[in-house]
């Protein structure tokens, strides 16, 4: 008896081990864990760092909420119904100002103001026939706030200062028809203005708002130039994330009144310079970020390094970026990710080094479960260097994998390493993902931007063809399960594999995919006219390249695919034409194309439409399956 039992003992401790130890990849795990919608976002801090603020979804409703940093109490300011608030910020430590849609196919919202206890609600603007935009996130003499309208004209944007105490709008500075951004300095004085004709950028400067704009450089839009902020003591000097006269681009800084670069802060050989963090506490540029195969730092201010290491030491093994901080920078609100891990919020204390948790992006992803990401490089047929990600599933040996191709979205993005929820979904599925950066993506220089242009469904899908190539080569892929599958213009490529010559793709999948260049190019609207002929350069010129673009559109290309296809569409997405898709699928399936159709109202991260969520990636999980995996 005391033999049996010590031998089931022994089998129940192995069972354990066992169940302990078990293939992570063999949990599916369920759709719909992957894309929850966050239950908090969109963290602020009051300028005395008093209390924190933050949108939160009560069923469907979505409102701003309030809490105490000190005793950690919470309550609701807003009561919203069936309205999103897509943008908010803090005036002062005891007004906030919110944007409350009311055509998000049209993006025109009406602008809020609010008390931090939930009183004094006043609506500051009507925009039933307008747009407005919030230059500067501060009050001028604790009233005014600069914006831009096209309340005057629909096809430009004047700058006005709104009085938030009565909700008055007086014209600050009237566009001449061809300003295309404006800019404002620390103290809320608009000092610098950009024109366009459309290929060629000219960038404004004045002193002072009494004086007028004059120009002082004049660059061809491939060409970058971005101020980022006016130096402090020195009225006349910008620092500017620039590529002119380079490649690359650097944190300059730039004297307006001689549209000359005076110094380089910080350059890199390899990549461009992305993003500048400046202090309005310390008046300067705090860091650089600029992205090889992941987002670096590079410091210019000792404290702010400081305060990052203590960061990596509290937060070991990811990311940390600061999304917003109080006044006197001594409590930052920061965001954590990995490529395993959607991430964090914390509110950190620098005066004692000490976090204290807010909120997770996703509870339900467990990092252990995920796949990493790998960064990879390979040489296209015309010897162009791509950088990209593949993501295998877990523990499956990296042979004879079913892959599906990610493109990204484009034109001028790229994929970036992180947390990717498709991603991560497609490889629990058992998929290798590859992403490409292919030609025409962000971060590499105006020559590797340039090189992508006019080249849709030409060398970009090359590029998307060399990588497959490279993993068959290396034995990752099996050359007989490839599918492709991308939203927006990364839809049009996976369409446009389908019939490329050289292509292995024995399915493709497409989320409001760009099906025809020419009606994408008539949805741009009236206040992008200026950048009008940029975009031909770009995409392609209907007047002149309509052979090409033809030929990159898959509308047009019906009678060359013979492989099975998976569409979904947003129907209030302005930049597609929902009819022109329809008639796609009707086509495909005259032809006997098995074709699966799915449609959206675009609100899949908002809270909203769970239900058509799971329907989405259900089904083209499902087409996935049967098309891909089991062949």
Known sequence: ???????????????????????????????????????????????????????????????????????????????????????????????????????????????????????????????????????????????????????????????????????????????PGNITNWMTDDDGKLRLATSSDGVNETFLYRSAENESFRPIMTNNFKTTLMPVAFAPERRNIVYAISDVNRDKRALVELDCNTGKEIKVLYSNDSVNVTDAQYSRKNRKVSFVVYESWKKEKYFLDDSTEMLYKD????????????????????????????????????????????????????????????SPMKAITYRTRDNLVIHGYLTLPLNKKAEQLPVVVLPHDGPGSRNNWGYNPEVQFLANRGYAVLQVNYRGSAGYGKAFSASGFRQWGCKIQNDITDGVNWLIAKKIADPKRIAIYGTGFGGNIALNALYAKDHNYVCAASN?????????????????????????????????????????????????????????????????????????????????????????????????????????????????????KKK
């Open 311 to 370: 960061l990596d030491k509290l937060l070991p093994n990811t990311e940390s970026k600061i999304i917003d901080r109080d006044e006197a920078e001594s409590i930052f609100i920061v965001r954590t990710f990995n490529d395993r891990n959607p991430g964090s919020f914390y509110l950190y204390f620098y005066k004692t080094g000490k976090l204290k948790k807010l909120s997770d992006l996703n509870s339900a992803i467990k990092e252990e479960e995920m």
């Open 512 to 628: 409001s995919g760009v099906i025809n260049l020419f009606s994408y190019l008539k949805s741009i609207p009236p206040f992008m006219k200026p950048n009008l002929q940029m975009y031909y350069e770009v995409i392609g010129n209907p007047l002149t390249d309509v052979e090409q673009m033809r030929q990159s559109s898959p509308l047009f290309q019906v009678d060359k695919i013979n492989k099975p296809v998976f569409i979904t569409q947003n129907i209030n997405d302005p930049n597609i034409n929902s009819g022109e898709t329809l008639q796609f699928v009707k086509n495909l399936q005259k032809k006997n194309i098995p074709v699966t159709y799915l449609e959206n109202d675009g609100n899949f991260f908002f809270g909203k439409n769970i239900e058509q969520r799971q329907k989405l990636y259900t089904a083209l999980e499902q087409f996935l399956e049967v098309h891909l």
């Open 1 to 175: 008896m005391m033999l049996n039992l010590r031998y089931l003992f022994c089998l129940l401790m192995l069972c354990c081990l066992s169940a302990c130890n078990r293939d992570p990849a063999g949990k599916v795990i369920p759709v719909n864990d992957f894309f929850k919608s966050q239950e908090r976002m969109t963290y602020r801090i009051s300028p005395d760092g008093r209390n924190i603020s933050y949108l939160m979804f009560d069923g469907k409703d979505q409102n701003l909420y309030l809490e105490d940093v000190n005793t950690g109490k919470s309550w609701q300011i807003t009561n919203i119904k069936g309205k999103k608030i897509n943008f908010y910020f803090w005036v002062n430590s005891n007004e906030l100002i919110y944007y409350r849609d009311i055509d998000p196919v049209k993006r025109r919202s009406d602008i809020f103001i609010i008390n931090k206890n939930g009183g004094n609600l006043r609506q500051l603007t009507n925009n039933e026939k307008s747009r407005i935009r919030v230059l500067e996130d501060q009050l001028i003499d604790d009233k005014y706030l600069m914006v831009s309208s096209n309340r005057r004209d629909s096809t430009v944007f004047d700058v006005y200062r709104l009085n938030v105490r009565n909700g008055k709008m007086e014209i600050a500075a009237q566009n």
